[in-house]
């Protein structure tokens, strides 16, 4: 008896608090310049930080909740110490039948941060 309370306990938790993503957020520096201590961060989640090189490389942060934010805050600081942080809209961004793959957050020379999935 105890273990069907087990997995209905667990089952319940999966389907209302999302606790097995399906999704991954990833971020990359499309530009040619290095960036520290980059990371995502929205209701109940914050991303794993991280430096990124110039030229497209990543940091990579799997199973996050399923739910898709609104908004989310993207934060990272640049070799000459100056931190940024943009607030930009996910939901509108992402189609409306995402539900796996990748949530990528790209950020350019110009300090702009771009959102695709994949």
């Given at each position: 008896m105890n273990t069907i309370r087990f997995i209905v306990y667990g089952f319940l938790c999966s389907i209302l608090s999302?606790?097995?993503?399906?999704?991954?957020?990833?971020?990359r520096n499309v530009g040619t310049n290095e960036i520290t201590e980059a990371h995502v961060s929205y209701k109940n989640f914050e991303s794993v930080g991280g430096g990124l090189h110039p030229g497209?490389?990543?940091?990579?942060?799997?199973?996050?909740?399923?739910?898709?934010p609104k908004l989310a805050i993207v934060e990272w600081s640049r070799g000459d110490g100056m931190h940024h942080r943009k607030e930009v809209e996910v939901r509108t961004v992402v189609?409306?039948?995402f539900k796996r793959g990748d949530l990528v957050f790209e950020i350019d020379d110009?300090?702009?941060v771009r959102i695709s999935s994949r």
């Open positions: 999302g606790c097995f993503g399906d999704y991954s957020v990833v971020l497209g490389t990543t940091v990579h942060h799997g199973n996050v909740p399923r739910r898709i189609p409306k039948d110009s300090n702009e």
